[in-house]
């Protein structure tokens, strides 16, 4: 079964750091283009990083770009998020998303349940 489960969340402080994970459990990693997502509460789900197959190409919210790092290690099956400076806007369920095309489209093929990041003033 394929399924991708997200991890590093937690409460931080504003101006701290911190790194989620997203592990997939699929055949080839590298098939998918992976990205993150992230929802606040009362609000849509908002883009936030995709990154390419072999992760020779990334791309940004423009708002978050200069703040947030997206990279991934195919050998571990895994996508990351590095997140800096971060504020109480940032907080928000984070949830991966695995698609075959790239850029991620608006329908991914699979999600990750999400990881909640919680920034405090």
């Known amino acids: 079964q394929v399924q991708f489960v997200e991890s590093g969340g937690g409460l931080v402080q504003a101006g701290d750091s911190l790194r989620l994970s997203c592990v997939g459990s699929?055949?080839?990693?590298?098939?998918?283009?992976m990205g993150w997502f992230r929802q606040a509460p009362g609000k849509e789900r908002e883009f936030v990083a995709g990154?390419?197959?072999?992760?020779?190409?990334?791309y940004y919210s423009e708002s978050l770009k200069g703040r947030f790092t997206i990279s991934r290690d195919n050998a571990k099956n895994t996508v990351y998020l590095q997140m800096n400076s971060l504020k109480p806007e940032d907080t928000a369920v984070y949830s991966c998303?695995?698609?075959?095309?790239?850029?991620?489209?608006?329908?991914?093929?699979?999600w990750g349940k999400g990881t909640l990041v919680i920034v405090s003033s």
């Open positions: 990154i390419k197959y072999n992760g020779d190409n990334t």
């Open positions: 998303a695995a698609d075959t095309y790239y850029p991620l489209t608006i329908s991914p093929d699979y």
């Open positions: 699929v055949r080839t990693f590298s098939d998918y283009a």
